[in-house]
């Protein structure tokens, strides 16, 4: 079955860039025609959505981040990837990767999730 | 401030059914069948338990159910046990460009 796993620094500087990995296993990223998203989730708070990318790398991003936020994928890894920049103590926040619903409108949950890495910003 | 309201606490006691509501606009729970439901134990990632308003994934108890109601969606969980003590998030997908908001999250209390 399909695995999620996050990747990346727990720790960064503020104004600095926040980058992280997720690593797909047990199945290929290219397979099924998905989305693939960031959901992040501050200490004590609730989610929020922060982007997704599909497979020809289009991506769709939080209006409230999109300035700050770029995400690619490579499928030669199996992983998919997200960059916030100019980081505050707001970033602060356990970042998940999930697999998204397909481009067809299908599947349209997070189905599967990764275990979730806590990032946190402080100089 | 969550884009989908839920209320912020609900109780139970072992056996009994809760309900917990979701409420959004036009542009996502009332404008699509695209609602989801989601469980969270403390420092674990959440858990898919209802999507598309209705069904339960594999593996979900039946003891989970969703409905939906113009712009109100709803988990029902009967037979409450000790372990669906949890916090439970709403999903929607909407017609903006955020394409997806959560609600702020409901805590369950099994008494």
């Known amino acids: 079955q399909v695995q999620l796993q996050e990747s990346g620094p727990g720790l960064v500087k503020p104004s600095q860039t926040l980058s992280l990995t997720c690593t797909v296993s047990?199945?290929?990223?290219?397979?099924?025609?998905?989305?693939w998203s960031w959901i992040r989730q501050p200490a004590g708070k609730g989610l929020e959505w922060v982007g997704r990318i599909y497979l020809s790398g289009s991506t769709h991003y939080n209006p409230s981040l999109k300035s700050r936020v770029t995400m690619s994928v490579d499928t030669s890894k199996n992983q998919f990837s997200l960059w916030l920049t100019s980081v505050t103590a707001a970033d602060t926040a356990v970042y998940y990767c999930?697999?998204?619903?397909?481009?067809?409108?299908?599947?349209?949950?997070?189905?599967?999730w990764g275990q979730g890495t806590l990032v946190t910003v402080s100089s | 401030q969550s884009a989908l309201t839920q209320p912020a606490s609900v109780s139970g006691s072992p056996g009994q059914s809760i309900t917990i509501s979701c409420t959004g606009t036009?542009?996502?729970?009332?404008?699509?069948?695209?609602v989801s439901w989601y469980q969270q134990h403390p420092d674990k990632a959440p858990k898919l338990m209802i999507y598309?308003?209705?069904n339960r994934p594999s593996g979900v108890s039946n003891r989970f159910s969703g409905s939906k109601s113009g712009n109100t969606a709803s988990l029902t969980i009967s037979g409450l046990q000790a372990e669906d003590e949890a916090v439970y998030y709403c999903?929607?997908?909407?017609?903006?460009?955020?394409?997806?908001?959560f609600g702020g999250g409901t805590r369950l209390a099994v008494l």
């Open positions: 036009s542009s996502d729970v009332g404008g699509h069948d695209y």
């Open positions: 047990g199945g290929s990223i290219t397979s099924g025609r998905y989305y």
């Open positions: 598309d308003v209705v």
């Open positions: 999903s929607s997908y909407s017609s903006s460009s955020t394409f997806w908001v």
């Open positions: 999930a697999r998204d619903g397909t481009d067809l409108l299908t599947e349209l949950a997070f189905h599967i």
